[in-house]
């Protein structure tokens, strides 16, 4: 393999040609070893490697490389030829005048000494050895002189007809004696200081070592067994008691203080405390709802739908903020409206909650509901104002129509469940503005509370101006009154408006004689699209457009007859509701 280094065959000192080994090929340039070592005289030159059982064979891989072969030939055996005439030896190296091992004296097959020890510098005093050692501190035996010998040359060794001279055959060499300098130099032994065994632990009477171990083992099993009881128990106790020492937690230490009045924590710290939770038992059915004190005489203004329960000989429970409670009894109500009155009595220092006025209410103006939604009383939700004028009924269990409740509405998409009907929807004055009274549930369409799974983020609220009016009246006289236009509505009409029907419940004429709207000239027939300029999309959005207002208020109203527009004025009549 060509590595980068020279290819030139490397002269191997201790290798020479094996017998039987002539297969092998090498570089066909001549060898660079040009002096062979002439045949040793006397004895020693007839030694063979099995001669010699303490010499080392050479590598099989130096001695091909040795030799200097141009091609591959079966080895033929050779007439005998005389011997090369004897010349002069060459060693391979310069003698070490410092006799420094492996090499010692001239010639390649200077024996090592038996043990190899650093040697000292050139120059270097070396202490005599202990006497009767040999160095290191051990008894030594009388050795002979150090005898160093320069091997005799090595006999040539016939080669196959045809090839080039023979290479060098190394002849094994009768071991040496050490040299006393090595047996007495030891570098690392003190001088004359043997060295000497450290005596042991006593012999007892039957001759064995005595083996003091046993009292040291048992020591150590009795200390770990009391250190593993007292670990235990200190672990056992920080355990249960959660340390040696009690544990403190970095909390803030600051003041929280108050809350600005307009936020929803201050808006709910001023209204909870006015806002009540109503119980309603009667013979068939309960309920629960939300309420809120209207002035300090016990006055409490709730759903009907709330109350509806208790009917005429039921039980009404009254729960303030703080945990008291009371009973009450219903003042007025009116499923028209979805409102009612209860009032309680033996009750002081109860704080009413202030009314806002919900014409002044914008889309988008923040709110706050507070209720009891599943009996979980004085419970905060907030939101905005979503939209106005939603016209909504609700009710219509009854199925003869008289409990279906018409609101103009305010929606909201502050959180109102079951539970928050009656409750106050207020501003950030904590002002009331409207009664939250019905959620849009996502099955079943816009109902009232009860019986509802939750809260989608449609509710819708009583405006604050119609509850106040409506409370009023309750309060005042135990009835309210419906303003009205006379004219019976055909509530089966798909068109766009509100159509006036051809006749009346009872079979009479739909135009009542002498009432608001005959008197303003509305025919049966007529299409009624607008009131005061909002437009009116079916009967129950005229209805609820037309409850909005007070007995007594003036309508614009806008109609088709037959294909043509008109325009008139009506004056609102009044009718007692129920």
Same mark, same amino acid.
């Given at each position: ?84 005439? $004897? ?53 030594? $035996? ?48 003190? $001088? ?7 005596? /042991? ?13 046993? $009292? ?11 250190? /593993? ?5 200190? /672990? ?101 409206? %979805? ?56 009710? /219509? ?29 207020? %501003? ?67 068109? %766009? ?8 419940? %009872? ?72």
């Amino acid at each position: 393999m060509d590595d980068g280094k020279t290819t030139e065959p490397k002269a191997k000192w201790w290798s020479r040609p094996t017998p039987g080994r002539s297969t092998r090929t090498a570089p066909q340039e001549p060898s660079p070893v040009e002096d062979a070592i002439p045949p040793a005289e006397g004895p020693a030159a007839s030694r063979t490697p099995q001669d010699a059982p303490h010499e080392a064979a050479p590598p099989e891989s130096a001695s091909a490389a040795y030799v200097p072969l141009e091609a591959s030939v079966p080895e033929t055996p050779a007439p005998e030829a005389a011997a090369p005439a $004897p010349q002069a030896a060459k060693p391979l190296h310069e003698p070490d005048q410092y006799s420094t091992p492996p090499y010692g004296g001239p010639g390649p097959w200077a024996p090592a000494p038996p043990v190899q020890r650093p040697t000292p510098a050139h120059g270097t005093p070396v202490p005599p050895a202990y006497a009767g050692t040999n160095g290191s501190g051990m008894p030594s $035996p009388a050795a002979p002189a150090p005898a160093f010998h320069t091997p005799p040359p090595m006999p040539s060794h016939p080669q196959p007809q045809g090839q080039g001279p023979a290479a060098p055959h190394p002849q094994a060499v009768p071991p040496q004696p050490p040299s006393p300098q090595w047996l007495q130099y030891d570098p690392w032994g003190a $001088p004359r200081q043997p060295l000497i065994t450290q005596p /042991g632990p006593p012999l007892g009477p039957d001759g064995r070592r005595k083996n003091g171990r046993g $009292p040291v083992l048992i020591g150590a099993l009795l200390l770990a067994l009391v250190a /593993g009881g007292i670990g235990g128990g200190i /672990g056992a106790y920080i355990e249960r008691n959660g340390g040696l020492t009690s544990v403190e937690l970095p909390q803030d230490e600051r003041n929280g203080g108050g809350r600005a009045p307009d936020s929803v924590a201050g808006i709910a710290a001023s209204a909870l405390p006015s806002v009540v939770t109503l119980h309603v038992s009667g013979t068939t059915e309960s309920g629960t709802g939300t309420g809120f004190v209207l002035d300090d005489q016990g006055h409490i203004l709730t759903n009907n739908h709330v109350v509806a329960p208790a009917g005429s000989s039921g039980e009404i429970t009254v729960t303030f903020s703080g945990g008291e409670t009371a009973s009450a009894e219903i003042i007025g109500k009116d499923s028209g409206y %979805d409102l009612a009155v209860v009032k309680v009595r033996g009750v002081s220092g109860l704080k009413p909650l202030p009314l806002g006025n919900s014409d002044n209410v914008q889309v988008g103006d923040p709110v706050v509901a507070i209720g009891a939604p599943f009996d979980l009383s004085n419970t905060v939700t907030s939101g905005i104002i979503s939209a106005k004028d939603r016209p909504i009924t609700a009710g /219509g269990e009854k199925g003869d129509g008289s409990d279906i409740s018409y609101v103009d509405a305010l929606q909201t998409d502050a959180p109102i469940n079951p539970g928050n009907s009656g409750g106050p929807l207020v %501003d950030t004055d904590a002002h009331v503005i409207g009664i939250n009274s019905a959620i849009r549930a996502a099955d079943s369409g816009s109902t009232t509370e009860g019986g509802q799974a939750g809260s989608i983020g449609l509710g819708f609220a009583i405006p604050i101006n119609q509850g106040k009016r409506v409370a009023e009246e309750l309060i005042n006289t135990g009835k309210a009154t419906h303003p009205v236009i006379g004219v019976s509505l055909d509530m089966k009409y798909t068109g %766009d408006g509100a159509k006036v029907g051809p006749k009346g419940a %009872d079979g009479k004429s739909s135009v009542t004689a002498g009432g608001p709207g005959a008197q303003a000239g509305i025919r049966p027939g007529d299409v009624i699209t607008e009131v005061d300029g909002r437009r009116v999309h079916s009967g129950e959005e005229l209805i609820v457009k037309i409850r909005s207002h007070r007995p007594g208020d003036r309508l614009k109203l806008t109609l088709t007859r037959g294909g043509k527009e008109l325009s008139m004025t009506l004056t609102l009549g009044s009718a007692t509701g129920t």
